[in-house]
């Protein structure tokens, strides 16, 4: 048999992830078995899935809400944010102008702002869109305002010598070099985007994960509830991956070696 020395290091650290996981829920269901306690209180992780595949026919509308709201959310979250980052980052008028406004706005909890967003435009989708964008905004501006502020002035100073405009440099230079922090930013954005959309559906919705979860907790369903919560990491984990991929596609320039010498 081969030696686990001899496996490769991805493979590696892909199988002791997938242990911990493995052993993490192992333990939460001997626990809840050992000390008997109760499904509403805690569920046994079988529970939980056992729910979550016998309800996937109902949830699943609820999922696919969930979800294209939180893309829609974190698009244009995205595009704001990439826009803002870029107007800071590039002139200290402007960082010091709007980001005292983007940290007070970004510590006020989303939470307050819901019945704000149902207030102007009613409960339902266009809320919880709403609080998902503004939640994944600032994360996007500060890591794409880093990126353009820390651009290497000897690259600026090289284009500037061949007469590039500032445009072309912003263009060239800085928009390339704040890449690997915009994508870090993305892979953070779109958690906490999914955290804004369940807040609003929580609160004034009648469809989506949120609402879901909602009606479990108010009939003592716990099964349910963390079916929902399953629901949510799974999408999370995904879109997480999917921007991961493209982020060592396009950054894999930007890349520093992980792998550690094995005596």
Not at 24 to 45: D, G, T
Not at 118 to 144: K, Y
Not at 190 to 205: I, Q
Request: charged share 10%.
């Amino acid at each position: 048999m081969m030696s686990f020395a001899r496996i490769p290091a991805r493979v590696r650290e892909r199988l002791s992830s997938a242990a911990l996981i493995a052993a993490i829920f192992l333990a939460w269901e001997v626990a809840c078995l050992v000390f008997h306690v109760s499904p509403i209180v805690l569920p046994r992780p079988s529970q939980v899935v056992a729910t979550l595949v016998m309800q996937m026919p109902a949830l699943w509308p609820h999922i696919l809400q969930t979800l294209l709201t939180t893309l829609v959310g974190f698009a244009a979250g995205t595009a704001i944010g990439v826009l803002l980052g870029a107007i800071v980052g590039v002139s200290r008028t402007a960082y010091n102008a709007a980001y005292p406004l983007l940290v007070g706005f970004s510590s006020i909890p989303k939470v307050a702002v819901v019945p704000v967003f149902v207030l102007w435009f009613g409960s339902g989708t266009i809320p919880a869109v709403l609080t998902a964008m503004t939640t994944c905004i600032f994360p996007i501006v500060v890591n794409v305002a880093t990126g353009l502020a820390t651009t290497e002035p000897e690259m600026e100073d090289v284009l500037r010598a061949l007469g590039a405009s500032r445009r072309q440099v912003l263009w060239n230079v800085g928009l390339p070099r704040a890449l690997p922090y915009f994508f870090a930013s993305l892979k953070v954005a779109v958690t906490l985007a999914f955290v804004g959309t369940v807040l609003s559906e929580t609160v004034a919705a009648n469809l989506g994960i949120g609402t879901v979860m909602m009606m479990a907790s108010a009939n003592f369903d716990m099964p349910l509830v963390f079916a929902g919560l399953f629901a949510l990491a799974g999408l999370g984990i995904a879109l997480y991956a999917v921007f991961a991929v493209i982020e060592r596609r396009m950054c894999g320039w930007a890349s520093r070696k992980t792998d550690f010498a094995v005596g």
